[in-house]
């Protein structure tokens, strides 16, 4: 039994990012010591539909700034988090973030690091979240901070500066660019193909599916070596839904978004970056 203490906060976070019962959040947290990531999986080895808790939830509210340089070889995200929608909505504290967002444009800062240090009018961007923290009276800070580099970057914000995506393009491709950017923002791929999909997601991936099946009296008696054989085949549904080239294309269901590419020229996403406040 877990001796760490459960709070109402703890279990409305988990609620939030997954969707599932205030009873069986509850339950989740219990079993695993309150590891938030751990709960996620126990829910769904379960068999809930939840949602899975990606580094995009990282922030509640603020404002998220996708940008390019002009000649759209450079991407850069900003999110400014802070704690209300009443200040997120706020125009001022809406041009603060810009201001922020175009100094790494102007600078083509390479990290969050670098980008606190940089310099606005005489004083540094860490000076001026504090400044501005003082003021508002919230906790602010930047939270995310982005950058891709290709041929071609797209950039989009989406939601009133709630979501913002870069796309990298092996080559020149405005209207693509935008097409795939609307399919990242909406259906949060978490990665280009299967290939480049990071081998912890896999591997996490396939112990929850080893885990439902033993749950089930029809594999009774498989393996160990038989259920690894059995979740490796069913690995192509989730590659399926959860990788951006093998997602049915948003404006046109009955193509893969590779079939899009494809049609429009060869096109090749390089990568992709997505931010999202949640």
């Known amino acids: 039994m877990s001796t760490v203490t459960i709070s109402a906060a703890?279990?409305?976070k988990l609620r939030q990012a997954t969707g599932a019962g205030m009873m069986d959040c509850r339950k989740a947290l219990t079993e695993t010591n309150g590891d938030f990531e751990a709960a996620i999986d126990w829910l769904r080895k379960q068999g809930q539909k939840v949602a899975a808790k990606r580094s995009d939830r990282e922030a509640k509210e603020g404002v998220v700034i996708a940008a390019t340089t002009p000649d759209n070889k450079t991407g850069f995200?900003?999110?400014?988090?802070?704690?209300?929608?009443?200040?997120?909505?706020?125009?001022?504290?809406?041009?603060?973030?810009?201001?922020?967002?175009?100094?790494?444009v102007a600078n083509n800062i390479q990290n969050l690091d670098d980008l606190n240090n940089a310099d606005i009018k005489g004083a540094k961007v860490s000076d001026l979240i504090n400044d501005k923290l003082a003021a508002i009276g919230e906790k602010i800070g930047i939270t995310r901070y982005e950058r891709v580099e290709a041929p071609y970057v797209a950039s989009y914000i989406h939601g009133a500066n709630r979501i913002?995506?870069?796309v990298g393009l092996n080559k020149t491709a405005t209207e693509v660019g935008k097409d795939v950017a609307m399919q990242i923002a909406a259906l949060n791929p978490v990665a280009v193909d299967a290939a480049s999909v990071p081998a912890d997601v896999i591997t996490r991936e396939k112990a929850i599916i080893v885990d439902v099946m033993k749950q089930d009296?029809?594999?009774?008696?498989?393996?160990?070596?038989?259920l690894a054989k059995i979740a490796e085949g069913k690995m192509g549904a989730f590659f399926k839904e959860q990788t951006l080239t093998a997602q049915a294309f948003v404006k046109e269901?009955?193509?893969?978004?590779?079939?899009?590419?494809?049609?429009?020229?060869?096109?090749?996403?390089?990568?992709?970056?997505?931010?999202?406040?949640g």
């Open 10 to 12: 703890d279990i409305n």
């Open 77 to 104: 995200i900003v999110c400014v988090s802070c704690e209300t929608d009443f200040v997120s909505k706020n125009a001022d504290f809406v041009a603060f973030v810009k201001s922020i967002a175009d100094t790494a």
């Open 164 to 166: 913002g995506v870069l």
């Open 217 to 226: 009296p029809k594999m009774a008696g498989k393996t160990d070596d038989m």
């Open 253 to 277: 269901s009955s193509k893969s978004v590779a079939d899009y590419l494809k049609e429009s020229g060869d096109i090749k996403v390089t990568e992709f970056k997505r931010v999202a406040l």
